[in-house]
């Protein structure tokens, strides 16, 4: 029943807010705004932040104005939990959100309980779609059996005579990466010389490069973020190895080179298209920009979400969760994406993933 109450929820939350109109409807983002993996939530924080700002600039959603809410999960499966049951008693009616899959996974049963809509910006692991609890769940971005295909793909053809190790963090996201992309790579007929686990949030990686370097290994796929990729690939670097370092959309921050810097060089991921080089994205980035804040990686992925669920809610004329849900199952919407739908799990209907490469600082592709 609760699903049914949310407008009504939604309306006494804006009423008790300090400065809030009676209608305003309370959205959310959520996503590491501290930790390790901080540059990610802020990129969810800058693009949501614009969203509302512009959504309200022009009239607001069925003529309410947005609000909206900021939780920090961490990247903690727990934290995660915790941040949606806290949402829920904001009176919350749709989170652009999570940004690790390790997060949106758990709170996607909070959401689907309480009948709030959820679009991650950035949740790649196959199961927060195949597995939803609920038909409100739903991805802007892509999957990693998805990248694991371009990814694995790449390796078995372009390095088929090289020694190749995959490793990962352990976590959904890094592991399910590494190992959609071995997966692949395997059937296409290259063995990797190592398959390796790593801990996520240590500072030295000593023990391990020195394995990678008495292995021989020409090339490293790395599942996981971008603090540990940098460490790796500098202290690679440090001990005098030319490794290729390859991984995924987790190092679509200007962090990475800040941690590498030079050692940089030459890296290699997989990520979608760059959204900022769309024409619909060049009015949001120059504000994004102005405002000093960052439109790379997911800040066009959060206004994205955003933006898709604010013209569903205009098309089902209300913010009911059903009819919301209905809407997203059967539009398409037009963001700074470019023009995208949703199918059958929730999965979004764009271009799959590129290459980019490091160079001098910045990625661009390949």
């Not at 038909?135 to 090289?162: I, S, W």
């Not at 976590?171 to 801990?199: F, I, P, Q």
Request: glycine residues 12%.
């Amino acid at each position: 029943m609760k699903k049914y109450l949310l407008a009504g929820v939604a309306a006494f939350a804006g009423m008790a807010m300090s400065g809030a109109a009676l209608a305003d409807i309370v959205i959310a983002t959520a996503g590491p705004m501290t930790g390790q993996y901080a540059s990610f939530g802020a990129q969810m924080k800058a693009g949501a932040e614009q969203a509302v700002a512009d959504i309200n600039a022009a009239g607001g959603v069925n003529g309410e104005q947005l609000v909206l809410e900021v939780g920090d999960d961490a990247c903690d499966p727990k934290q995660a939990v915790a941040v949606a049951n806290q949402m829920v008693g904001k009176g919350v009616v749709f989170m652009a959100g999570h940004f690790c899959s390790g997060s949106s996974i758990p709170a996607s049963a909070v959401y689907s309980e309480e009948g709030i809509v959820q679009i991650s910006p950035a949740s790649t692991n196959p199961k927060f779609t195949d597995e939803r609890p609920g038909p409100g769940t739903f991805r802007v971005c892509g999957r990693d059996d998805q990248q694991g295909q371009v990814a694995g793909t790449f390796l078995a053809t372009e390095y088929k005579d090289k020694n190749v190790a995959v490793i990962h963090d352990k976590t959904a996201y890094g592991k399910g990466l590494a190992d959609a992309t071995k997966e692949v790579m395997n059937a296409a007929g290259k063995t990797e010389t190592l398959y390796e686990a790593y801990t996520a949030g240590e500072k030295d990686y000593t023990a391990l490069v020195s394995k990678l370097k008495s292995e021989n290994i020409d090339v490293l796929y790395v599942g996981g973020y971008h603090t540990e990729a940098g460490l790796i690939k500098r202290q690679m670097v440090d001990q005098g190895m030319s490794t290729i370092l390859v991984s995924g959309d987790a190092l679509v921050t200007d962090e990475y080179w800040s941690i590498t810097g030079d050692a940089g060089e030459g890296t290699l991921m997989t990520f979608s298209p760059d959204p900022r080089k769309n024409a619909e994205a060049a009015p949001v980035v120059a504000a994004l920009e102005a405002a000093g804040k960052t439109a790379e990686g997911y800040a066009l992925y959060t206004y994205a979400a955003i933006q898709a669920w604010a013209d569903a809610v205009k098309a089902a004329g209300s913010t009911d969760y059903d009819a919301v849900v209905g809407a997203l199952d059967a539009g398409e919407f037009n963001t700074v994406l470019g023009k995208l739908s949703f199918d059958d799990k929730g999965d979004v209907t764009l271009p799959g993933y590129v290459w980019y490469e490091w160079k001098g600082g910045k990625y661009d592709y390949k």
